[in-house]
C-alpha cells in the first residue's frame, strides 16, 4: 500500500507541476500519467514492488482511447460547437442582441437586461462560453458605458449571462457527464432545464433590484427617431424568431424523442448555416472561420480526453478511486453534509483547474459515492430507477458549481475573455467585484437545487 500512495502522489505533484510551468492540460495528464507507469514498472523491476500498474497500462490506454473515438454520443460535440460558431461567425447573434438592445435600453436597467436575455438565448443556441462572454461584451460594454452604467454591474451582467451556456442545454458539459457516468443525455438536458431558467431569473431579480435601488448606476437611455425606428416590435420579431425556430428544433427533437442527441447536434449545425444563407453571410471566410474555430475548439477538448483517460487509468490501477470513495461513504454525516463537501471540493478545484479536467477525473470518481448512497425520496420520482436519477441529480448540482469556475479568480475563463475585449477603463479589480454577486446568486440557486431535487427530477420524470 506504501508504493500505491508513493504513486499516487507522483501521479497528482506531477499534473500540478507541468500545469504550473505552463504546460498544456493534456499533456500533463499524458505526461504524468507516463511518468508515473515508467516509476512503477521500474519499482517493480527493480526491488519487486508491484503496484498494479505494468505494461499492460499502455495496452489498455489504446484500447480506451479507441473506445472514446468510437463513442457516438461524443459526435454531438463538433455538431453543437459548429453550430455555435455559425451563429457567431455570421452575425446573426449580434444582430439579435443590437435589435433587442433598442427595444429595452428606455428602461432602467434595461440593457442589462438585453444582455442577460441574449445570454440566454446564445446558451441555447451555441453553448460556447468563449464565444458568448466575448460578443456579449464586445457589443454591450461600450453601449452601457456610454450609458452611465455602473462598471461592476455591467462588466458582471457579462461575465454572468455568458457562462449560461455551460448549464442549460445543449451544453456541451452535459454531454461528456453523460458519456463519463453512463447516463442519458436527453434526461441531463431536461433535468437541466429548470436550473438553467432558474438561475436566469435570479440574474434578472438582481439587475431589476439594482436598478430600483440605484437608479443612477443603471439609468434609461436616450434614443433617438432613427433608433425607435429601428427599435420597433417587428424588428424585434425578425431578429429573435430565426434563433428561437433553431433552439426549438434542437431541443425540441430531442424532448420529443423525435431525434438523439447525436441526430438533433446536426439538425443544429444545419440550420444554423441555413440562416446563415437566408441572411446572406454565408461567405467563405464565415465558412472558413467556423470551421477553423471548431477544429480548434475540437483539437484542445481530445487532447484532454486523452490525457484524462491515461490520468483516470493510472489512478484507478492505483487504488485512487477506491480510496476517495471508501473515505466519502465511510464518513458517518448525513448525505446533505457528504454532498455539500464534495461540491466544496469542486467549487475550489474550480479555482485551479478548468470544467473539463474536472468532469473528467472528479466526476466518476464521486459518481460512486453518490451510486452508494440510500436516497428515500428517489422513490418518488416518478423516474425509471434504471435511468439513475440520483446521478442525474447530482450531474446538474456538479455542472451548476463548475459554472462557478468560470467567475472565480485566479484561473475565471470567463473573467480573463472579458478582459480582452473590454474597454481601457475596465480594471481586473471592477471584472472582480462584478463577478462576486453572480457567484453569490448561482450558490443560492444550487442550494434550492440541493433541498428541491424535483427541481431537477420533475421534466425527466414526465418524458417517463
Known amino acids: 500500500m506504501v508504493i500505491e500512495s508513493v504513486l499516487l502522489l507522483v501521479l497528482c505533484f506531477c499534473f500540478l507541476g507541468f500545469l504550473m510551468i505552463g504546460v498544456p492540460v493534456g499533456f500533463s495528464l499524458g505526461g504524468a ?37 468510437r463513442n457516438w454520443a461524443l459526435v454531438a460535440l463538433p455538431m453543437f460547437i459548429l453550430m455555435g460558431n455559425f451563429l457567431d461567425k455570421s452575425g446573426l447573434a449580434e444582430k439579435l442582441m443590437h435589435s433587442l438592445g433598442l427595444v429595452t435600453r428606455r428602461f432602467p436597467g434595461g440593457l442589462a437586461l438585453s444582455v442577460t436575455f441574449i445570454g440566454l438565448l446564445l446558451a441555447a443556441s451555441t453553448g460556447i462560453i468563449g464565444a458568448s462572454v466575448v460578443l456579449l461584451g464586445m457589443v454591450s460594454l461600450p453601449v452601457m458605458m456610454k450609458a452611465n452604467y455602473d462598471k461592476s454591474l455591467a462588466i458582471g451582467t457579462v461575465c454572468g449571462a ?106 443544429g449545425a444545419g440550420g444554423a448555416i441555413i440562416l446563415a444563407a437566408i441572411n446572406k453571410k454565408l461567405t467563405l471566410k464565415v465558412i472558413r472561420d467556423s470551421l477553423q474555430a471548431t477544429l480548434h475548439t475540437l483539437g484542445f477538448l481530445f487532447a484532454i480526453f486523452i490525457g484524462a483517460t491515461c490520468f483516470s487509468l493510472v489512478l484507478r490501477l492505483l487504488g485512487g478511486d477506491e480510496l476517495v470513495a471508501n473515505l466519502v461513504q465511510n464518513w458517518e454525516v448525513g448525505y446533505y453534509v457528504k454532498i455539500g463537501t464534495i461540491l466544496f471540493v469542486v467549487f475550489l478545484l474550480g479555482f485551479f483547474l478548468e470544467w473539463i479536467e474536472i468532469t473528467l477525473i472528479i466526476l466518476p470518481i464521486v459518481g460512486i459515492v453518490i451510486l452508494g448512497m440510500d436516497f428515500v425520496w428517489l422513490e418518488d420520482t416518478g423516474m425509471d430507477p434504471a435511468s439513475r436519477p440520483s446521478l442525474v441529480w447530482f450531474c446538474i448540482l456538479f455542472a451548476m458549481t463548475l459554472q462557478t469556475s468560470f467567475l472565480t479568480p485566479p484561473v475565471g475563463f470567463a473573467l480573463f475573455y472579458v478582459k480582452g475585449v473590454a474597454p481601457r477603463e475596465f480594471t481586473i479589480g471592477d471584472i472582480y467585484r462584478g463577478a462576486v454577486p453572480f457567484i453569490v446568486l448561482q450558490v443560492i440557486a444550487l442550494a434550492l437545487l440541493m433541498v428541491f431535487p424535483m427541481l431537477v427530477l420533475w421534466l425527466p420524470s414526465i418524458s417517463y
Open 33 to 69: 500519467s507516463f511518468i508515473t507507469t515508467a516509476l512503477a514498472i521500474a519499482f517493480d523491476s527493480l526491488f519487486g514492488a508491484f503496484s498494479g500498474v505494468d505494461f499492460q497500462a499502455f495496452s489498455l490506454v489504446v484500447n480506451r482511447t479507441y473506445g472514446l473515438m
Open 162 to 267: 455568458g457562462t449560461l451556456g455551460i448549464l442549460i442545454p445543449p451544453s456541451i458539459m452535459l454531454i461528456i457527464m453523460a458519456d463519463r457516468l453512463q447516463l442519458s443525455v436527453g434526461d441531463l438536458f431536461l433535468g437541466a432545464f429548470i436550473p438553467g431558467l432558474l438561475l436566469a431569473g435570479f440574474y434578472f431579480i438582481y439587475i431589476i433590484g439594482f436598478a430600483l435601488f440605484r437608479p443612477n448606476a443603471a439609468p434609461p437611455v436616450k434614443i433617438d427617431s432613427k433608433e425607435k425606428e429601428e427599435g420597433n416590435i417587428k424588428a424585434l420579431i425578425l431578429a429573435i424568431f430565426p434563433t428561437m425556430a433553431l433552439i426549438l428544433l434542437v431541443l425540441g427533437s430531442i424532448f420529443y424523442g423525435v431525434a438523439t442527441p447525436t441526430e438533433a447536434s446536426g439538425l
